[in-house]
């Protein structure tokens, strides 16, 4: 007798009768806790379920080449480290058992940057696309902020039933994320707040209170520094506010990193003016400066470190290859070097993490970090001689 269907991991790819057997067992019209506009956060809503090829899924927290699950970026605050704690168990079922169409699906939402990405259900695609799995069965979700998309993450973990239930620290991780990104205060009221709404009835008042307590104390800070590449440092942009050819200004963006050298991110410029921005009227190519994965040691002398040595190689490295690899190429009349996406938390007081930091305002026009630095090391020192 049949308990449960299940698809083998021989098949490959779902089917529109694995779909319907799953609305089934899961009817989002009376499924409690998922569906329902009232019992959603703020800014998201439940569209459909359907199947999905997984390529066209954003898993931010798999490594390419190895194609394994990594403890950072968009999963990073989701679980702290990177996988439930269950993991390995949920594989051996789904080895064992198969995909069991009686749970909850994988949840993915379209984000604000018009990309679809995972919400829940890591490990299980994990598990699918080694595989070789091409498709999967999705609820999909859409979601007009990344505060909402937090939640909802968080939401799914502790209704949905696979077995990896997320963990003290993976709210303490998750609330420490929000703080970062300014979407509560760290004060007790506002902490006690998210973490009713992303993990209800999931812990003891006593449980819940200590992880309040580890918040407020900054524990399992883990975003102190952030990493980029370009793909994720023009996400930031447009999270941001930062658009290209907003209300037709002419003004367009570009993100680069600073660890490389110079020319060749000033070929990286030329190219894209010639090639991705052909026909436009740029007024203006903006580029900002990301600093790739920092030094761990000392983060905030590594970011500032970066940015000054391609700050000061920019305008000689220009003009040394306008003119010999791009003749009539307009990239020294319209691109100028803007600013910089922030990366180290600890200079939140002075640079916000939600704001660029830009070069053509205050000290950082006419200095570098070193000689700004230089200069108030200077003046706490002759203070001490007042």
Sequence with gaps: MIITHAVPLSAKCFTQEHLDLSLKYICPDVYPGLYAKSDLPKNIEFVKRKIMNISDIVIDDVDDNANKFASHNQGAFIRKFGRGQFADDVHASIEEQGFKLCKVPISVAYCPNKLVKILDGRTRLEKLIKSGFTNVIVDYYKCDDYDSFSKMAQLHNSVSDPSSPHT??????????????????????????????????????????????????????????????????????KRNGYHDNEKGNGIYYKAIGCGSAVPAGITGVAKYLQRDLVGCNVKELRVVLHTDTLDGSCPEESFKGKIDRFRANWDRSLDEIKDTFFPGSKISRVARLYGAVPAVVALAEVYAMDKLIAFHVGKLKDKLFSEIDAENNLSRHLETFE
């Design 168 to 237: 003290k620290a993976d709210i303490v991780v998750n609330c420490n994320h929000a703080i970062d990104e300014g979407w509560i205060h760290r004060k007790y009221d506002d902490i006690l707040a998210r973490v009713k709404e992303i993990a209800p009835n999931s812990f003891s008042k006593q449980v819940v209170n200590k992880i309040i307590l580890n918040v407020l104390e900054g524990a399992g800070h883990t975003s102190g520094v952030h990493s980029f590449t370009d793909a994720k440092a023009t996400d930031w942009l």
